[in-house]
Each structure stands twice: as structure tokens, then as C-alpha cells.
């Protein structure tokens, strides 16, 4: 299983699900920077991400908190996302595409605000982002393959 023909086989079956979870995110990145996007849920959502910015501010040490909370958060998404895959797939899929469009609702609001966004992009979130939405695309991939194992397909 882990030896290096196992990695490769498990990666030819699992590519086509990975791309697939690429472009549900960024398909969510597109949704959510349109202006008919889903403005209200997004301010809801970005209100549940106030709270976790303020406890990380309040924090005698900011950095390690923010390290541990989301790292901890991203943890338990990626564990949900496989998990719950069981229910059709569902669940990485919604995941994928929430996220997305949380992070196209945040980029064109530092657009409109005159931000340079690729800048933005290239120093927030690639240095971090690169590692971080691989496992989060590969976790979601696997929910999908296990959603859809299971339907029969």
C-alpha cells in the first residue's frame, strides 16, 4: 500500500477526482465573486470567521493560536470531507464549493476596495495555500471516490 507502485496506482484512480475537486473550487471562487452571488450567506459566513479572528487577535500569542486553530480546523474538514463522502459524495462537493465561493466573495470585495489582489493572492494565500488546499482538494477527492464507490459507480 505504501510502497511506491501503491502510491502511483492509488493516484492514477484517485487524478480524476482531484482535478474534479479543482474545479468545483474554483468554480465556487467564480460563483462567489460574481455580483449575483449568494451575499447573505456569505456575510453569515463571514461573521462565523470574525469570531475566529477576534480569538486569535485577543491571544496572548496571536501566531500560535492561529497555527493551532487552523490547523485544527483543517484537520477535522479534511477528516469530514473522506467521512462523509459516504453520503454520495456530498458533502466534499458542498465543501468545495462553499469554500470557493467564500474565497471569491472575499477577493472581489479587496477588488472593489481598490486592493492589488494579485499581490494579495502571491503573499496570503499561495505560501500557505499551496500545501494546504492540495490536501483539501486530495481529502475531498477521496470523500467523492467513496460517495460514488458506494452508489456504484
Known amino acids: 500500500m505504501f510502497t511506491r507502485a501503491g502510491l502511483l496506482l492509488t493516484w492514477k484512480e484517485i487524478r480524476p477526482y482531484f482535478i474534479f475537486s479543482i474545479i468545483l473550487f474554483f468554480a465556487g471562487m467564480v460563483i462567489g465573486g460574481t455580483p449575483?452571488?449568494?451575499?447573505?450567506?456569505?456575510?453569515?459566513?463571514?461573521?462565523?470567521?470574525?469570531?475566529?479572528?477576534?480569538?486569535?487577535?485577543?491571544?496572548?500569542?496571536?501566531?500560535?493560536?492561529a497555527f493551532l486553530l487552523i490547523t485544527a480546523n483543517n484537520i477535522l474538514k479534511t477528516i469530514m470531507a473522506m467521512g462523509f463522502g459516504i453520503v454520495a459524495g456530498l458533502m466534499p462537493i458542498s465543501m468545495l464549493v462553499l469554500n470557493g465561493m467564500i474565497l471569491g466573495y472575499l477577493l472581489s470585495g479587496f477588488s472593489a476596495s481598490g486592493e492589488n489582489v494579485f499581490m494579495l493572492v502571491v503573499k496570503g494565500l499561495l505560501p500557505h495555500g499551496i500545501l494546504e488546499l492540495s490536501a483539501v482538494f486530495l481529502a475531498c477527492a477521496f470523500g467523492i471516490r467513496f460517495g460514488l464507490t458506494l452508489l456504484g459507480g
Do not use: V
Not at 449575483?36 to 493560536?65: C, F, V
Open 36 to 65: 449575483n452571488a449568494p451575499t447573505e450567506y456569505l456575510e453569515q459566513q463571514m461573521k462565523g470567521l470574525e469570531g475566529i479572528s477576534n480569538s486569535i487577535r485577543t491571544s496572548d500569542n496571536p501566531e500560535w493560536t
